[in-house]
């Protein structure tokens, strides 16, 4: 279990939201799935929503941004030391900034970015809020990774912004690395699977823990989910990819965050 207050180590993932039509539908899934306690948000921020793990912040719920066909979808967000900073590195390393830097009233500062491989990620420079406040229990943050077409373009790309090392975790025909911060894993980047169909997009994957990963596959299609990858083992626990019932895309794991192998 990590428990966290201050602001997380710039190049950490530190948070995660969803960008939903419904928030009160996304509400009673991820409540009825995680066990979140989920406190609606003001007018003032479009009813963005905080959801909890025994009082611990662990993930956010807002409207949708961009055009009405956008898809709903879950945002990781990387910690910043100065977005503003961040934003230029962003540029200059071949990314492109979808929006900000902007404050976000006294919570913090913010982007949204893609990366030269085409997944979208966020930027966040604490304020008031610091980010995820539990990690790697049940219902919480267990691991963020990077999936794209362009591996080696990517690591270069996050390795210019973050200052990534990487350790290989490659195997035939796979290719993964852990981006690692003074020699520690923060997170994954890998490669598409090859065979996929090219509608498939790069992307920021979030896994939640869960205490059993087939149970929670049972629930989720129970309150109207879907399963996009069926649970199957890996040496760091059991996984799935699922969608909720608006068509957002995450996954979940029944061990500590520990990097696995989802490809």
């Given at each position: 279990m990590v428990t966290r207050d201050t602001?997380?180590?710039?190049?950490?993932p530190c948070w995660v939201d969803l960008g939903v039509d419904d928030i009160g539908r996304a509400s009673a899934f991820y409540g009825g799935l995680f066990g979140w306690h989920i406190q609606e948000g003001p007018p003032e921020a479009g009813g963005y929503s905080m959801c909890e793990v025994n009082g611990r912040p662990v993930a956010g719920i807002g409207p949708k941004l961009?055009?009405?066909?956008?898809?709903?979808?879950?945002?990781?967000y990387l910690a910043s030391?100065?977005?503003?900073?961040?934003?230029?590195?962003?540029?200059a390393a071949g990314g492109q900034v979808v929006a900000g830097p902007m404050d976000v009233m006294d919570a913090g500062r913010t982007a949204v970015a893609a990366d030269p491989?085409?997944?979208l990620f966020g930027v966040w420079q604490a304020g008031a809020h610091t980010g995820a406040g539990l990690a790697n229990e049940p219902g919480s943050l267990a691991w963020n990774e990077n999936m794209s077409r362009d591996f080696d373009g990517n690591k270069a790309f996050y390795r210019?912004?973050?200052g990534y090392d990487y350790g290989d975790l490659s195997s035939q025909g796979f290719n993964y690395a852990t981006a690692d911060l003074d020699g520690r894993p923060v997170a994954g980047i890998?490669?598409?699977?090859?065979n996929l169909p090219p509608e498939v997009?790069?992307?920021?994957?979030a896994y939640f823990g869960v205490p059993d990963a087939d149970a929670a596959v049972a629930r989720a299609v129970?309150?109207?989910?879907?399963?996009?990858?069926?649970?199957?083992?890996?040496?760091?626990?059991?996984?799935?990819?699922?969608?909720d019932d608006q068509g957002a895309v995450f996954a979940i794991v029944s061990s500590s965050g520990e990097p696995g192998e989802p490809g």
């Open positions: 602001a997380w180590p710039a190049g950490t961009g055009p009405a066909e956008t898809p709903a979808a879950w945002t990781t030391d100065d977005a503003d900073d961040t934003v230029s590195k962003i540029k491989g085409g997944a210019a912004v973050f890998g490669e598409l699977d090859l997009p790069a992307n920021w994957a129970e309150l109207g989910g879907g399963v996009v990858r069926p649970a199957w083992d890996t040496p760091y626990g059991r996984m799935a990819v699922l969608a």
